[in-house]
């Protein structure tokens, strides 16, 4: 387990761009924190850095948004306003298992046996002025990933 600081928007934002520029292939990622964070932050610099082109907009209403990235699809789904996990089943999240596609997911524990199995979770937190996140992960790309973040 890591943790750092980020003192600002702009370091939530820099973390989000290095992370994306370490992801190999397919990849699922759990974001964690109270309302305000930084996981919409870190999520939108994350995507756009992986290329998505258009505007990268929270899903907090849609739930999920989709984006193409050549021949992977990416995946943010943001899942505060689900109160059980049987809601997510009309909203087709098989793509979310398809090889190569990356996923990001805000308050997955609303949405608990419905998501596929993650490799990494941040979990984000105010701290003073700024915010601090940890890392865990879980499988070998997620320790894979940590350990190229601390090159």
Known sequence: MQEWLLPDEEA???????????????????????LGAGKTTFARAFLRALGVGERVKSPTYSLVEGYDLGERRAFHLDLYRIADPGELEWLGLDSLAEPGAIVLVEWPERGAGALPPVDL???????????????????????????????
Do not use: K, S
Request: a positive charge.
């Open 121 to 151: 979770e941040i979990h984000f937190r105010h701290e003073a002025t700024g915010r601090a996140v940890r890392f865990e992960p879980y499988t070998e790309l997620g320790r894979r990933m940590l350990q190229g973040l601390a090159r």
């Open 12 to 34: 939530t934002t820099a973390l989000g761009r290095r992370l994306a520029g370490l992801v190999p292939g397919g990849l699922v990622i759990n974001l964690h924190g109270d």
